[in-house]
């Protein structure tokens, strides 16, 4: 089915490791966002990319950092996780200007 | 800065009623809104997408409206059903920037 992929769907980090949530989308859409997610918060802004070959923060950049692989893929590091980046991280894709947003089932991430 | 707030947080109906979720927004100069529906431990699925032209988008037993001038908007869902249960959400997009999302209200349809 067409959307956005995310991967892995569940992981446990301990304090300081590190590792990479992976985002794919193959409806051909030229923008990319990363969100958490987060009880009593709502869906916060981390990174996102409004075309392959750019990429700005969002409200909450801290901690995180990403890369536009391709047009397709937009993948989302944690250099040295920490207890307060647990939360659930959705990516989404659109088209420039008017268009709906499109958003994956969401990575659960646990920090100890 | 945008700020989008949905009143109330959590809403409990019987099943059959009609029902409206409210949601405002601080600053009118948006491209977009966009209402969401997400089941506990999924993702988001989009209902509705109104543009900044459009006072109202309808899809099935769905109906949202928007009055930008006022910073509101509507979701009606007619003769509920256990199965709408759920949070809905709403986000704006402010111009060039990403979705502004709102906190949700977490709906119940009591059969």
């Known amino acids: 089915n067409a959307g956005v992929t995310q991967t892995p769907k569940f992981q446990v980090l301990k304090t300081g490791q590190s590792m990479t949530l992976q985002c794919a989308q193959d409806m051909n859409h030229n923008s990319m966002y990363w969100y958490r997610q987060d009880p009593g918060m709502g869906l916060r802004l981390i990174y996102y990319?409004?075309?392959?070959?750019?990429?700005d923060k969002g409200e909450v950049p801290n901690g995180y950092n990403v890369s536009r692989l391709n047009k397709r893929e937009f993948s989302l590091r944690l250099e040295s996780a920490a207890p307060s980046q647990t939360s659930v991280y959705f990516c989404?894709?659109?088209?420039?200007?008017?268009?709906?947003?499109?958003f994956g089932s969401g990575t659960r991430l646990t920090v100890v | 800065k945008q700020e989008v707030t949905q009143i109330p947080a959590a809403l409990s109906v019987p099943e059959g009623e009609n029902l409206v979720l409210n949601c405002s927004f601080t600053?009118?100069?948006?491209?977009?809104l966009q209402w969401f529906r997400q089941d506990p431990g999924k993702g988001l699925t989009s209902l509705l997408l109104?543009?900044?032209?459009?006072r109202e988008q309808t899809s099935g037993r769905l109906n949202a409206s928007l009055d930008k001038s006022s910073g509101r908007s509507t979701l009606y869902i007619a003769a509920s059903q256990p199965g709408d249960s759920a949070t809905y959400l709403c986000a704006v997009k402010p111009g060039n920037t990403p979705l502004v999302f709102g906190k949700g209200t977490r709906l119940s349809v009591i059969a």
């Open positions: 989404a894709s659109s088209e420039l200007g008017y268009a709906g947003y499109t």
């Open positions: 109104i543009q900044s032209s459009q």
């Open positions: 600053d009118s100069a948006i491209y977009n």
């Open positions: 990319s409004a075309s392959e070959g750019t990429t």
